[in-house]
């Protein structure tokens, strides 16, 4: 298995434009997480779908974020419009009910 | 609620020299225990995890972990660290009804030559 797969593993932009980063979960996996990481803060949980279905956003920062994911292989984040303060690095993850998360290599994002 | 401390947010050892990395849970009922390491630039890594069973509990790269219930602890080892092993590490715990884990801080684990 190829694992999660993130793109892009790097984005820079400028403030307002629209940020879209994207996920491809590891096949049979049934839980999806998206995660912001940043030194201040280290590791903030976002989302997390449930076979497909938003479970719980209440980590999503603000309405400018909005995430998706159309069918079992596919999720994105959307931030629109970006901001400076976005700038983080931004990790899937994916698994199996009980088991042990299995994460992306992240992308990161710079908002200048 | 969940939650997860670990007190250290920087730990240094000699190579060839014993490790451990602290952590520390607060969960109802009984805990799922992972730790996970992060190398630079990458995502994080599972390494081990406590369910159930024996107390404790052996993972990648010659690490284990000593789940103890009275100290609602759960330390990261490895009898003989390496250079290569310098890297942050996040504990994290969930209970045995929610899927989603808690994670701590992170330990940035810096083995010196």
């Known amino acids: 298995d190829a694992g999660v797969i993130q793109s892009p593993r790097h984005e820079v932009t400028e403030m307002g434009q629209e940020v879209t980063l994207r996920c491809k979960p590891i096949?049979?996996?049934?839980?999806l997480f998206w995660y912001r990481q940043t030194m201040m803060r280290g590791l903030e949980l976002l989302i997390y779908?449930?076979?497909?279905?938003?479970?719980?956003d209440s980590g999503m920062p603000e309405d400018r974020f909005s995430a998706k994911m159309p069918n079992a292989s596919f999720s994105t984040l959307k931030i629109q419009p970006s901001e400076p303060r976005d700038s983080a690095v931004y990790f899937c993850?994916?698994?199996?009910?009980?088991?042990?998360?299995?994460f992306g290599e992240g992308s990161r994002l710079t908002v200048l | 609620a969940q939650s997860v401390a670990q007190p250290e947010d920087q730990v240094n050892v000699a190579e060839g020299n014993p490790l451990t990395v602290k952590c520390t849970y607060s969960?109802?009922?009984?805990?799922?225990l992972f730790w996970y390491v992060q190398y630079p630039n990458r995502g994080l890594q599972f390494l081990l995890k406590?369910?159930?069973?024996?107390?404790l509990v052996k993972g990648s790269y010659g690490f284990e972990a000593e789940f103890n219930k009275s100290q609602t602890s759960f330390h990261l080892k490895k009898p003989s660290a390496l250079v290569s092993d310098s890297a942050l590490y996040f504990c994290?715990?969930?209970?045995?009804?929610?899927?989603?884990?808690?994670f701590g801080r992170g330990t940035s684990l810096i083995v010196h030559p």
């Open positions: 969960v109802s009922g009984n805990p799922y």
């Open positions: 779908f449930n076979n497909n279905v938003p479970i719980d």
């Open positions: 096949s049979g996996h049934d839980y």
């Open positions: 993850a994916s698994t199996r009910q009980a088991g042990e998360l299995f």
């Open positions: 994290a715990v969930r209970d045995m009804v929610s899927y989603i884990p808690t």
């Open positions: 406590y369910i159930t069973g024996d107390n």
